[in-house]
């Protein structure tokens, strides 16, 4: 027996398990054209949760400049470091949040590009 990745959610089961315990993806009977739908939907998840952070993260920077108006009393006073700590972290984020997005981004594009893209995968794309 050894620990595989479920090809559909990525945690760690049995081999010889024949489902996923986690996700419930059946592991016997798994054509080539299953396994990209699955793909094809975890690209999709992904790309979804990644724009959500996006918008979080810039959330976060307009909080940290909220903070920093707060603090300077209308930029009339200097401020403390912590909105401009805050600002910082939230644009690196940023940047490797769009980072990964674009990864993801042409990955599915890459997906898109293959000639023959069964019906239930474009459906999942
Ligand atoms: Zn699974």
């Known amino acids: 027996m050894s620990i595989i990745s479920c090809p559909a959610c990525n945690k760690q089961i049995s081999s010889r398990a024949p489902l996923c315990n986690y996700c ?6 798994v054509t080539e054209q299953d396994l990209e739908i699955f793909q094809a939907r975890k690209l ?7 724009n959500m952070a ?5 959330t976060v920077f307009i909080a940290g400049f ?14 403390g470091m912590g909105p401009f700590i805050l600002m910082g972290l939230a644009a690196m984020a940023y940047l490797v949040v ?12 890459a997906m898109r590009a293959k000639k023959q893209m ?3 995968l474009r459906r999942n794309l």
């Open 54 to 58: 996006s918008y979080l993260v810039i």
């Open 118 to 120: 069964s019906k239930d």
């Open 66 to 79: 909220g903070w920093y108006w707060w603090e300077s009393k209308g930029f009339s006073q200097a401020s």
């Open 24 to 29: 419930g993806f059946q592991m016997g009977e």
């Open 44 to 50: 999709r998840d992904t790309i979804y949760r990644l």
């Open 98 to 109: 769009r980072g990964m997005l674009f990864r993801s981004r042409q990955q599915r594009k």
